[in-house]
C-alpha cells in the first residue's frame, strides 16, 4: 500500500538557501579579497614619512629587511645577494625595462644606511627611477627630523 500525503508541499526556505550561498560566497569573496592578494617582500617596520606615494602599477619592489648577520634583501618575493640583485636589474635593462620601470624601496627601519645606499645607487646605476618607501607619519609629525 503506497501511502501519499494530503498536505500541500511548501518548500518555503529551501528554495532559497541555494541563493543565500551565493551571495555568501560573493560577500566572502569581496571582504576576503585584498587578503589573498600577492604582496612582495617580507614584511618590515618602514620609517615614518610625511609624503605619501601614488600606486604604480608595474613597480619592482626591493625590500631590504632584517638579518641574523647583514640585511636581508628581497626582489619581490625571491631572497637575492647584492651580485644577484645586480644581474637581475641587468637583465631587465636587456629586455628594456629601465626606460620605465620604477623601482620601490622598502627598507627596515634598522637597516643601516650604507647598505640601503648602495642598493640605491646600484638600482640607480642600471637605468632604474628609484623611490624610497616609507611609512605614513602619525597626525602628529614624529618623522625623525626634528632638527631641520
Known sequence: MKLETTLPERPGLLHAVPVMDLFAALWL?????????????????LAPSRFQLERF????????????E?????LGRDSVTMEELGERLDKL????????ALVLLKT?????????????ELV??????AA???ETAPAGG???TEGE
Not at 29 to 45: D, F, I, W
Not at 60 to 68: A, M, Y
Open 29 to 45: 569573496t569581496v571582504l576576503l579579497g585584498p587578503l589573498l592578494l600577492q604582496r612582495s617582500g617580507v614584511a618590515v617596520e
Open 93 to 100: 635593462a636587456d629586455d628594456g625595462a629601465a626606460s620605465n
Open 57 to 68: 602599477q608595474d613597480a619592482l619592489v626591493v625590500t631590504i629587511g632584517p638579518g641574523e
Open 142 to 144: 614624529e618623522t625623525g
Open 124 to 129: 640607480v646605476g642600471k637605468g632604474f627611477r
Open 70 to 74: 647583514a640585511p636581508r634583501i628581497h
Open 108 to 120: 627596515d627601519k634598522g637597516t643601516p644606511v650604507g647598505i640601503e645606499r648602495a642598493v640605491m
Open 132 to 134: 624610497l618607501m616609507g
